[in-house]
């Protein structure tokens, strides 16, 4: 039991974390709870401290709204936070819809579907040309585009005001991971990813990676949803600088002899290298 | 030429133009569904709510004014309720707005899409001052203008006896009987929607419509002559507004006009 804690010991703060934020806007819905009251586009703490998306108050800028205070401080928290600790640190820790990827992905490795190269292939960059899109068609539209069709804004707002057909959405993200590309939504498509990649590049916060202790597994490549982040793995002992890492721990659970640790890194080092 | 053919051109050109034909096709999609899912004007809105074209744009979608109401009356849209996704609404027939005093869900909204600021008049704030709908009545399938002795609708009115009234006329079928005919006084109207709520007929026959769909304007063409300050609305009107042609009658001024009998008798303005 405790090498199963072990084993998932960024997994389970992980899980339960996602599920404490969930709980927590469901009960000041439904109970009135007052400790953080919204949803993931905007919410406020305790009454007192706002915390609104950037990404969607940017497409709501490019939608011609007018921003109010309230929401530019909420941002402002949020893009602080999110320079500190790392962006993606929302994919892994927050977001719901990581779960029914991650979930995807694991019954992909029960079943070993599919592991071979696909016939189509998308490549990674392919979410921050949907930001492009989406900030040209939030202009057109006057709305805020992405925010309209977005599995997060459904799976969110689904599980604390109720889904609709929401459901269908998120059962068909499920299907295009479990059968069509691994991580094929968060890790290729998901603009707001993306977005957060972008603003969490240079965060403290990073997992170093210590060549003279890899045993060449490969088990982190195995496990990694960003692959393309562990270029160095087994050639270089430096932290992984790669914009897309979500700071999921997965290779350090995975990894036999501890050669990712987690570590603060300032952003001159980062900048050298 | 044959650099024109070498591979990596030709590949590069291939997974180009392959970029293009997916995005196309998701792009339109998207596009398709961005227009179907803006601004719809057969919803009704909390309190305080911006016109609704700046509505969608400038709705966060937090939900904070659906878990401030305290009777669950406004819901938070869902794909499947096929207006803007994640926006409050409500529908009177199944819970009306209660009008609560404090205002808890324009109180709540942290992007003034809800602005308490259109609650204000002569800078008093009062829920009163909301103009979610209008009640229309269906004098066909009303009770009360059948002759019954109804009143559900004036008595589950908020604002009873000044956005609802009764018109006291004799029934002439029995000639011993009074109607009492619920009208809705505009000015006063907040849309709420507790007479929908309450109206017994099936469907009720006296519903909320959405301000959009009946509110008139008088436009300026017309002054009201006999209330002086009217004149100054043609003030502020945009001059494109006012178009008048020129024709021989209204060349001259209108007093002119009524003065000049033998014009008039002359039959002069047969333009």
């Known amino acids: 039991m405790s090498s199963f804690i072990y084993k998932n010991r960024f997994l389970i703060p992980r899980r339960l974390t996602q599920l404490l934020i969930m709980t927590l806007y469901i009960g000041a819905n439904a109970y009135g709870w007052n400790i953080v009251r919204g949803d993931l586009s905007s919410s406020i703490f305790f009454d007192l401290i706002p915390l609104s998306d950037p990404f969607v108050v940017l497409q709501m800028f490019f939608g011609g709204a007018l921003i109010s205070a309230d929401i530019l401080m ?27 990827t991650e979930t995807a992905t694991w019954l992909r490795k029960k079943f070993n579907l599919l592991e071979k190269e696909n016939a189509i292939s998308f490549s ?34 689904g599980i604390i005001f109720g889904f609709g057909f929401g459901w269908f959405f998120l059962l068909s993200i499920f299907l295009f991971d479990l059968f069509s590309q691994k991580y094929g939504w968060c890790g290729h498509v998901c603009p707001l990813g993306g977005f957060n990649a972008l603003i969490g590049k240079y965060s403290l916060i ?12 490969m088990a982190c490549f195995e496990a990694c949803p960003e692959v393309e982040i562990l270029s160095m793995v087994g050639m270089i002992s430096k932290p ?18 501890d050669a990712f640790k987690v570590s603060i890194v300032s952003i001159t080092k980062q900048i050298k290298g | ?27 339109i999609m998207w596009s398709a569904y961005l227009n179907q899912a803006q601004a719809k004007n057969l919803i009704l809105r909390p309190p305080g709510a911006i016109p609704e074209k700046d509505f969608v744009s400038t709705c966060i979608r937090c939900g ?31 819970v009306a707005c209660h009008l609560c005093s404090d205002i808890p869900c324009a109180s709540a909204c942290p992007t003034n899409t809800l602005d308490l600021n259109l609650l204000r008049v002569d ?6 001052n909301s103009k979610m709908g209008l009640a229309t009545i269906n004098t066909k399938t009303c009770l009360a203008y059948m002759g019954l002795q109804c009143t559900m609708c004036i008595r589950a009115c908020p604002l009873a006896d000044t956005a609802i009234v009764l018109h006291n006329e004799r029934n002439p079928r029995t000639d011993m009987h009074a109607f009492l005919k619920p009208v809705v006084n505009p000015d006063y109207c907040t849309g709420c929607g507790m007479c929908e709520h309450a109206c017994p007929t099936t469907i009720a026959s006296i519903q909320i419509l959405p301000l959009s769909l009946t509110k008139g304007d008088i436009g300026s063409f017309y002054v009201i002559g006999w209330k002086k300050e009217d004149e100054h609305r043609l003030d502020v009107a945009k001059s494109t507004d ?7 009658r209204n060349k001259k001024s209108a007093i002119d006009n009524v003065n000049d009998v033998d014009g008039i008798l002359k039959g002069l303005y047969n333009e």
């Open chain 1, 74 to 100: 909420g941002v402002g928290i949020v893009l602080f936070f999110y320079a500190v600790v790392g962006g993606r640190f929302f994919c892994s820790w927050v977001c719901p819809v990581n779960i029914i």
């Open chain 1, 124 to 157: 990674r960059n392919i979410r921050y040309w949907v930001i492009a899109i989406t900030l040209i068609l939030s202009f057109i539209f006057s709305i805020a585009a992405f925010d309209m069709i977005s599995p997060i804004g459904i799976a969110h707002r």
């Open chain 1, 206 to 217: 990073k997992v170093t990676h210590d060549k003279d202790k890899c045993l060449y597994s």
């Open chain 1, 240 to 257: 992984i600088t790669g914009a897309s890492c979500i700071k999921c721990g997965q290779c350090i659970e995975v990894c036999e002899n």
């Open chain 2, 1 to 27: 030429m044959e650099k024109l053919n070498s591979p990596d051109r030709r590949s590069f050109l291939h997974k180009f133009m392959q970029g293009v034909g997916y995005s196309a096709f998701g792009v």
């Open chain 2, 64 to 94: 904070m004014c659906v878990q401030a109401c305290p009777y669950d009356v406004l819901k938070l849209s869902t794909i499947s309720d096929a207006i803007s996704i994640g926006t409050p609404f409500f529908t009177p027939r199944k």
């Open chain 2, 123 to 128: 800078d008093k704030l009062s829920i009163n």
């Open chain 2, 242 to 248: 006012i178009k008048v042609q020129r024709t021989k």
